[in-house]
């Protein structure tokens, strides 16, 4: 299964710090993914101006086409001014509408405190949904006070990636499950 985690901030290194240990801990537990890692303070892309994403090149059109081949996407991102920020808003506007069709998607947020808990449901889990994406109910949101020296001190929240991460693995297996069998009903 190809599993695509972003880091979807250009700055900061909170939400890099809980990425890394989701990727770490996808590859401890599940040996059958694939893990790639797009943070995207790594990559000039640029402003979507509204073509397909298969005519972007570049680091643009890497990262779109990335996104596009994933089967499940982890999206990591901080909390900015009561919103997601920008760069990864962007890089959704360079996908088509119907761009995380079967795909699960899931939820990790950094911010510097407890007041921005329901910008994922209000921001993130509508353009999830909008693009058809399989969300992932639950997310993980860890305030700033969980972080030190770019590691993550409270145990619980190494607990919630985890559990995060196996309830996206069985939505995941389950969705592509249910697919192939829909799809053999049609005999082709």
Known sequence: MNVVVVAGSIAGSKTRTAVDYTVKSLKE???????????????????????????????TGYVARTLMKAEVLIIGTPIFQASIPGSLKNVFDLLPGDGLRDKTAAMIVTAGSARHYLIA?????????????QIVQSYVFIEEDNFYRREI???????????????TMVLAETSAKIREAKEAEYDF
């Not at 537990?29 to 790639?36: C, L």
């Open 153 to 167: 001190t409270n145990d619980d929240v190494l607990f919630r990636i985890d559990r995060l991460l196996e309830d």
């Open 29 to 59: 537990n599940y040996s059958d993914v694939d893990v790639t890692l797009l943070d995207l303070a790594e990559y000039n892309v640029q402003f979507s101006d509204g073509r397909n994403y298969l005519d972007y090149d570049g680091d």
């Open 121 to 133: 449901e209000q921001q993130l889990k509508p353009i999830l949904g909008y693009m058809k994406a």
